[in-house]
């Protein structure tokens, strides 16, 4: 009950996990049989230490809180949430310069053009450190975000003196 108890309440209230009375609904909501999920569970808690580490025949190495798994004969709450794949963050990207200028193959930058946020590339090398990509949209926002204003305010001010 305690094991992230306000995570699971969070996700219920946000609609991500649903609360069932027992294992039965799960089987019914899942549009399976009810042994055939009692079984699955039995042995996925039987790949854990706490059951006697069986060896998993697909490489799985961990398996937290794998004892919750095993079936139960008396009604207990479970949750369910359905998962999918989604794209979180990807590294890599365009190259700028310290001004968030967009720099072309060759090095040099492109005049005019800004960038920031998982556009760019080449702020965290091989690999980004939980939280550093707000640091990184933020910093590079900003810079960009001013040196795009000051560049668009230049162009409009030499057309205004020259009358194109």
């Known amino acids: 009950e305690a094991f992230g108890h306000n995570a699971v309440k969070f996700y219920e209230k946000m609609g991500v996990l649903t609360r069932y009375g027992d294992l039965g609904e799960v089987a019914t909501e899942m549009r399976v049989p009810l042994q055939t999920l009692r079984d699955d569970l039995d042995a996925y808690a039987e790949f854990s230490d706490e059951e006697g580490g069986k060896k998993d025949p697909h490489g799985k190495q961990y398996f937290p ?44 930058a492109i005049k005019g053009l800004y960038g920031a946020g998982e556009v760019v590339g080449g702020v965290h090398g091989a690999n980004r450190l ?15 975000g001013s040196n795009a204003a000051s560049y668009a305010a230049e162009s409009v001010a030499k057309k205004m003196n020259t009358g194109a």
């Open 65 to 108: 809180n794998s004892s919750s798994y095993k079936s139960q004969t008396e009604p207990k709450p479970f949750w369910l949430g359905w998962i999918t794949p989604s794209l979180h963050y990807c590294m890599g990207g365009l190259m700028f310069t310290q001004k968030g200028e967009l720099v072309k193959a060759d090095g040099t």
């Open 130 to 144: 939980v939280g550093n990509s707000l640091l990184e949209c933020v910093v590079y926002g900003r810079i960009s």
